[in-house]
């Protein structure tokens, strides 16, 4: 619909910069482009318009509050707005489009090492140029909810593209060293997120949902690297106990972050079933026993399965009588029902088809989302997402 009224085209009303309506109109279109970017980059689809068909202008960083009685604004401000976080999303989304489809690309991409510092290049200028209140700690208390999401945002699409090229490098050496550096980009984002809500732990139900995908997404490619420098002959046998004891400890910052979340969001307790079983291949795979990984003990004594101590208990809140398995349709809305016989030829594509994408060379990993549907989900029923609901507008 956007694109058919044509608001990826400047108005001829551009030399009017800070008109108001001329302001919204761009917004609505940045808006939609940055939300359709980062979908399609975090879930490994096609993005829907390539920017070459694209002139509008990103819209001003203005208060809306001293707009002129004639619809004009005067000029833009240097404090937060509601405008700024858009802005800030907008410049990263045309950055991750701009690299997503030579690096994510299933072609070669012959010239791997060039794309892909010139897309590290592309996004530390972009952090470079951000406006000093996305780093003040004196900010509206409004502001750090949707500021934190830009940095995610950011740390989550130099994962997946560090992810992607990779994928395309040949040698072990050079696959390394991308996979070091999007392993530290990893362990900032899970510190940062940890640190985040343990800090907030009354979050928005909408930014707990990012909360949890980006630490979720984190927590793979952490896996990831993990599980393909310890394939490597080269990885001595302290590098191995120094890397497991590092993705321990991270892991159990993820862990202990969800946990908290699986209070106000269901997502958190999915994660948690599919972090379980994860750790469990990971240590099935470093050839670790069950006793060395020691992220469970602490919280839940006595528990002997790692995906068991990760699952809150029947008696939990947000957990379904016959717990997560049950598949009560009042409970997760029908989410968790364990397909059976041919009705799912492909179970896996009952799960985001963007987690699958970071073990599709190690099919031993992948079946961590087996009968985990519709995960991260999307379709809860409750009256926090029953839109429909009138007592929602008074």
């Known amino acids: 619909m956007a694109l058919g009224l044509g608001l990826h085209r400047e108005s001829a009303k551009s030399n009017e910069l800070h008109d108001f309506a001329l302001n919204r109109r761009r917004t609505i279109f940045w808006t939609l482009y940055s939300f359709d970017s980062g979908f399609s ?24 509050l001293c707009q002129r ?42 010239d791997v090492e060039h794309q892909t510092s010139a897309m590290e290049q592309s996004l530390s200028n972009w952090r470079a140029s951000l406006p000093s209140y996305f780093w003040d700690s004196d900010v509206p208390e409004w502001f750090r909810g949707p500021r934190q999401v830009v940095f995610w945002k950011e740390a989550n699409i130099r994962i997946l593209l560090l992810l992607s090229s990779q994928k395309h490098q040949k040698d072990n050496f050079d ?50 690297q993990h599980v393909f420098q310890d394939r490597l002959s080269s990885t001595t046998a302290a590098d191995r106990e120094r890397a497991l004891h590092t993705y321990q400890d991270m892991c159990l910052r993820s862990t202990t972050c969800l946990r908290s979340l699986s209070k106000i969001d269901k997502a958190a307790v999915r994660s948690l079933r599919v972090l379980g079983r994860l750790l469990d291949k990971v240590r ?77 060379e190690n099919q031993d990993v992948i079946d961590i989302f087996q009968d985990i549907n519709g995960f991260p989900g999307t379709a809860e029923e409750s009256d926090v997402m029953d839109f429909g609901n009138l007592s929602w507008y008074g």
Request: charged share 15%; glycine share 8%.
């Open 69 to 110: 009685p004639d619809g004009r604004i005067t000029t833009e401000v240097a404090y937060p707005t509601t405008y700024s976080t858009l802005i800030a999303l907008a410049r990263l989304a045309r950055i991750g489009n701009r690299f997503y489809g030579k690096l994510v690309s299933v072609e070669p991409c012959h």
């Open 175 to 224: 696959k390394l060293a991308s996979g070091k550096r999007y392993q530290a980009v990893a362990e900032e984002t899970i510190v940062d997120i940890s640190a985040f809500c343990s800090q907030h732990p009354d979050l928005h139900l909408g930014l707990s949902w990012y909360a949890i995908y980006f630490l979720m997404q984190a927590t793979l490619a952490l896996s990831v």
């Open 284 to 360: 099935h795979s470093s050839g670790s026993p069950r006793t060395e990984i020691g992220l469970y003990s602490a919280s839940r004594p006595g528990t002997s399965d790692a995906t068991e101590a990760l699952e809150p208990r029947h008696s939990h809140p947000l957990m379904p009588p016959g717990g997560a398995d049950a598949g009560l349709p009042g409970g997760f809305g029908g989410l968790n029902t364990v397909p059976s016989g041919n009705e799912v030829q492909d179970w896996s594509m009952a799960a985001d088809p963007s987690f699958h994408m970071f073990f599709h």
């Open 41 to 64: 980059i975090t879930t490994g689809r096609p993005t829907t318009l390539p920017d070459t068909y694209i002139d509008v202008r990103i819209p001003s960083n203005v208060d809306d």
